[in-house]
């Protein structure tokens, strides 16, 4: 192994067997406060995989006449404050702020939904849903999922695959309610009855959320709200950069699906309606797929091994040419890039010294999955001609990023706990054969791209 990352494994081991005696962990309360990030993620990420309905709404009626890339700008906009948001609440939570942030939290998100539904011009969208609704998610993702990782130890994947289907349930359910009512009732109030649903939601979180974490009161005690101490951690580095890398192209097959299907393959209104939600529904059976990977070979490898299976099948992108073959790709795409947003909140509590730390460090990490989107998704768009069906640009774009997904394994590796079964300790005598499996895989990967994008460009 090389010297770089025996030392990054021995430094992140001591970290994690730091906090091992500590008790309270795993328990009922614990799992409460699960539920509770369960339905924090229903409401706002959740509400946020429905975009592709909104998208594909906007793009046909509501702004017909609006440049695809101009409207783009709502869903990317609304991503970034959402996760850039965390650079600011994770030290919030990190102090014991968490009901606060809670309650302001609720109130704007169901604020913007609200506002929403009473939009009809292009900057009213994006103040309501872009700006509006994001800081409001962006003010209760952070801490809800900062408290669930803060509370588990052994069950900490579990958990976490747990509270991040909620990002699923929400994707499956605020889509049929919206595409159901908004010919019956009307976009305004289809939008309205979405903004009490998410308030019901919200009031249980956070009637049932609980922090242990106590108020900070003296001045002595505020903490930085970068850390400066994440700077100078080469694992905590090599996992932002492989995260904006991952992420550029992360939101990419759940906003443009729908309009993919009814643009470029001829699927009609309600198909192309069914397949964003039957993708949503696929990123379920993966997230729980991805525990016992995690277990037995670590959060880090299983996070590398998924981002490369979906670098190819994002490449796979460009044969998709009818209805069923973008049923079945949307399917793929959500088993394999589903468990992606779950398990990088998992692997950040061990590349952190402390956990009091924990939320400060997610919310650094999610703003490099930010910026990742906001480079990703509107570059998308501006290459794609939804008049003439062309999108073959930006599927190569997003299938051509082999190399990133290689990066987090390389040089992150996350040995096993002391208290872990027999099973996943004998994940560390495999970290050499796995890692140079996954080298070679990757090779072939790149060698497979480059020749069928050679291929597609004559054919095309």
């Not at 308030?199 to 002595?220: D, N, V």
């Not at 580095?237 to 192209?249: G, R």
Request: glycine fraction near 8%; proline fraction near 5%; charge should be positive.
């Amino acid at each position: 192994m090389p010297s770089f990352t025996k030392s990054v494994s021995t430094r992140v081991s001591q970290h994690r067997s730091q906090d091992i005696s500590d008790e309270g962990y795993d328990d009922l309360d614990a799992w409460m406060q699960a539920v509770g990030a369960f339905l924090v993620y229903t409401a706002t990420w959740g509400l946020l995989s429905a975009y592709g309905s909104y998208e594909k709404y906007y793009e046909t009626t509501l702004m017909s006449s609006t440049p695809s890339t101009t409207i783009s700008w709502v869903g990317t906009l609304q991503v970034v404050i959402v996760i850039l948001g965390g650079i600011i609440t994770g030290p919030i939570f990190d102090r014991g702020y968490i009901r606060e942030l809670l309650f302001i939290g609720t109130m704007t998100t169901v604020l913007g939904v609200m506002m929403l539904s009473l939009a009809h011009e292009y900057y009213q969208i994006l103040l309501a849903q872009g700006v509006c609704i994001g800081v409001g998610s962006a003010t209760l993702y952070v801490p809800s999922v900062s408290l669930v990782a803060s509370r588990f130890q052994r069950r900490r994947p579990l958990a976490m695959f747990f509270v991040t289907s909620g990002t699923a349930i929400g994707g499956i359910i605020y889509p049929i309610i919206f595409s159901t009512l908004q010919p019956k009732i009307g976009f305004s109030w289809a939008t309205r009855v979405l903004g009490f649903v998410t308030l019901a939601e919200l009031i249980i979180a956070m009637a049932i959320m609980i922090p242990r974490t106590k108020k900070s009161k003296g001045l002595h005690q505020i903490r930085s709200i970068l850390d400066p101490t994440a700077f100078h951690d080469p694992a905590f580095v090599a996992f932002c950069l492989a995260i904006f890398l991952m992420w550029v192209s992360y939101w990419v097959p759940f906003f443009l699906l729908p309009t993919f299907a009814l643009f470029k393959v001829g699927a009609s209104s309600n198909i192309a309606f069914y397949v964003l939600v039957i993708c949503n529904a696929s990123t379920i059976p993966g997230r729980y797929l991805a525990v016992p990977i995690s277990n037995r070979f670590g959060p880090a490898l299983t996070m590398g091994g998924f981002a490369m299976a979906s670098s190819i099948i994002l490449f796979g992108w460009v044969g998709v040419e009818s209805v069923t073959s973008t049923i079945i790709w949307a399917i793929l795409i959500a088993l394999f890039m589903g468990p992606l947003g779950a398990l990088y909140p998992i692997i950040v509590p061990h590349v952190s010294p402390k956990k009091e730390l924990v939320g400060t460090r997610i919310g650094i990490s999610s703003a490099a999955a930010a910026f990742g989107t906001l480079v990703g998704f509107p570059i998308t768009s501006a290459l794609n001609d939804i008049q003439t069906g062309t999108f073959w640009k930006s599927e190569v774009l997003n299938g051509s990023k082999p190399h990133s997904n290689d990066l987090l394994p390389r040089h992150i590796y996350v040995s096993p706990r002391p208290r872990l079964t027999a099973l996943q300790l004998s994940a560390s005598k495999r970290e050499h054969s796995t890692l140079w499996f996954i080298s070679r895989i990757q090779e072939v990967c790149c060698y497979v791209q480059t020749k069928w994008y050679g291929a597609t460009r004559k054919k095309l």
